[in-house]
């Protein structure tokens, strides 16, 4: 189920999620599919632009095909991370999107966190994505798009780079999430 609301209602609409939990129309039962973030950009045309919408989501690379993942059973610095590795949709795999006039957020549905694109870091974990933070500020912000046919692109507007699935890193970082890209390329694709 869909939700509209006014642009500026997007704050107040994510401050009231964080106090009180996700909506209920975000959660899904087992029985309930769960749309892809680009079936869902591809429905939202019929949306006013001045408008917000929000949806139960899933995100799949489309280089490896899997499903993006919130690494909950994580404890300290990985705790949240992003990271293209599912091959089922469980909790972890679900995230509530809201689509808005100046700017995106993910949420997960799982803890009602925002997505951050951790710019604090460095090296190879620079613009790392978590869902990790219960306020929502620049690293929580990003815009998606669509890059045609059941593709799309997710931008942070913190550091205005594209959202890259690391696929060639190794072990509990294959996958990986960071916002560090300036051009499209497979890595940045997404279902």
């Known amino acids: 189920m869909k939700k509209i609301i006014s642009t500026a209602a997007l704050l107040l609409t994510c401050a009231t999620m964080i106090l009180t939990s996700l909506p209920a129309s975000a959660s899904t039962s087992a029985a309930d599919p769960v749309p892809s973030l680009s079936d869902v950009v591809g429905a939202r045309g019929d949306v006013s632009a001045a408008a917000a919408v929000c949806d ?17 059973g994580w404890s ?30 993910i949420q997960s549905l799982e803890t009602g966190d925002f997505v951050s694109a951790e710019l604090g870091r460095g090296g190879d974990d620079y613009g790392m994505l978590r869902a990790r933070d219960t306020a929502l500020g620049p690293w929580e912000k990003f815009r998606i798009a669509s890059c ?16 890259s699935a690391e696929l060639g890193y190794s072990g509990d970082r294959v996958g990986m ?12 694709r997404f279902h």
């Open 148 to 163: 045609g046919s059941g593709c799309v692109t997710i931008r942070s507007l913190a550091n205005d780079r594209l959202v």
């Open 76 to 105: 300290g610095d990985g705790y949240g991370m992003l990271r293209a590795r599912a091959t089922a949709v469980g909790p972890w795999e679900k995230f509530y999107v809201c689509f808005g006039g100046s700017f995106d957020t």
């Open 177 to 188: 999430l960071r916002a560090r890209a300036t051009t499209v390329g497979p890595w940045e």
């Open 56 to 72: 139960t989501v899933t995100i799949t690379s489309l280089a490896n095909s899997r499903l993006v993942s919130a690494e909950f």
